[in-house]
């Protein structure tokens, strides 16, 4: 199988540096990170792909049994890195992507060498002693709305999402990236995400891991950024003067100094 194509993969930046996997969440596709890109492109070969369900990755690629867990997503990031043979490479990951870099590094550990989390939740649902941010119901509710009316739910759901009601061009924006993704793929990786639980996950990272959260985000409260920071060794924890679940978005030149912060300083 051609891997390249299936993933819709793009290589960019300079190609003696380091490289630097770019990889989006939920609804969106790579063209997410097009503010990012040109703060990384001079010193950083920047690789980029889609999720096969997103953006224009190859549709006939899909397989709802692969993808009914983060497993999947994250076997579509090895095979990335494998076809590229990339090593040591920098994973960053947004939202759900951030913990499908989890699991992809411990698939191959020699393949990524540390990891940017923009936004993680490794879990959504609240139990006793963990708040994620939703509980049971709220979760449930929000899948049968998504199933039942997918367009619908986009245009309601994405300017909550983004917030910056301020900025309404950012919640129209990921609107239209939600409603450009064949809805049957979406409400498989939803299912996948909204129900995921990767929080033990987290003991296994063991290369340096940048986490950044915003300081309002009702997707991954604050108190998700601290929970992961504080399962992760040695993490670094930066808080962004952003609002909203897409702060490379929001608030590129922020975003885009931490990452890069991170990555000169990496060994």
Not at 11 to 24: F, M, S
Not at 47 to 61: M, N, P, Q, W
Not at 73 to 89: G, I, M, T
């Amino acid at each position: 199988m051609d891997i390249e194509r299936r993933n819709n993969v793009t290589v960019t930046g300079n190609p003696r540096g380091r490289a630097v996997v770019l990889a989006h969440g939920f609804g969106c596709d790579q063209n997410m990170w097009r503010l990012t890109v040109p703060a990384l492109a001079e010193d950083y070969r920047v690789v980029l792909f889609d999720y096969v369900g997103a953006g224009r990755s190859d549709l006939t690629a899909f397989s709802e049994s692969r993808y009914a867990s983060l497993d999947g997503y994250a076997r579509d990031v090895v095979d990335v890195c494998e076809a590229l043979d990339l090593r040591d490479a920098v994973f960053v990951g947004h939202s759900v992507s951030a913990m499908i870099g989890v699991l992809a590094a411990g698939m191959a550990p020699e393949r990524i060498g540390a990891l940017v989390m923009v936004a993680p939740s490794p879990r959504y649902i609240d139990e006793a002693g963990y708040r994620g941010g939703f509980s049971a119901e709220d979760i449930d509710e929000l899948l049968e709305s998504l199933e039942s009316n997918y367009l619908g739910w986009s245009a309601a759901m994405a300017p909550v999402i983004m917030g910056n009601a301020d900025r309404p061009e950012l919640g129209e924006e990921l609107t239209n990236s939600f409603c450009a993704t064949d809805p049957d793929m979406a409400r498989v990786f939803a299912r996948t995400t909204f129900l995921s639980d990767s929080r033990d996950d987290l003991r296994t990272v063991t290369v340096p891991t940048l986490i950044l959260e915003c300081t309002q985000d009702v997707i991954a409260p604050r108190e998700v950024g601290a929970f992961v920071h504080r399962m992760i060794a040695d993490s670094k924890l930066v808080t962004l003067d952003a609002t909203g679940h897409c702060p490379h978005l929001s608030a590129p030149e922020a975003t885009n100094e931490a990452i890069t912060d991170f990555l000169v300083r990496l060994p």
